[in-house]
């Protein structure tokens, strides 16, 4: 069974940094390695975004509102993802999601839970 987990969030200050991760398991590495990866985030009353994604090829793309502050990356013989956050913002406060994505472009994977990140104001 494919399973998400993401960990690292909590309190963040405005200003400082925090370093999500992402663990996937129930699949192969190739099932990981050979697939675009995202990060997403929902903020309370709001949809699920897109926040950053990296390419099997570690080509990455981001929200505007991240660009410059936050580097996704992937560790994929390990099966992690890595969202690095910098220069955190309180709007950047949000629950974090990982997924892969189908060829489509829609979630590849059932939803983890996510994790938390605080950016008081």
């Known amino acids: 069974q494919v399973q998400l987990v993401e960990s690292g969030g909590g309190l963040g200050q405005a200003g400082g940094s925090l370093r999500l991760s992402c663990a996937a398991s129930g699949m192969t590495v190739a099932a990981f390695a050979t697939r675009t990866l995202s990060w997403f985030r929902q903020a309370p009353g709001e949809e699920r975004e897109f926040v950053a994604s990296?390419?099997?090829?570690?080509?990455?793309r981001y929200v505007d509102s991240v660009k410059g502050r936050f580097t996704i990356s992937r560790d994929s013989t390990r099966k992690l993802l890595y969202l690095q956050m910098n220069t955190l913002k309180p709007e950047d406060t949000a629950d974090y999601y990982c997924?892969?994505?189908?060829?489509?472009?829609?979630?590849?994977?059932?939803w983890g839970r996510g994790t938390q990140v605080t950016v008081p104001s």
């Open positions: 990296i390419t099997i090829n570690g080509r990455t």
């Open positions: 997924n892969g994505q189908t060829n489509s472009g829609t979630p590849m994977w059932t």
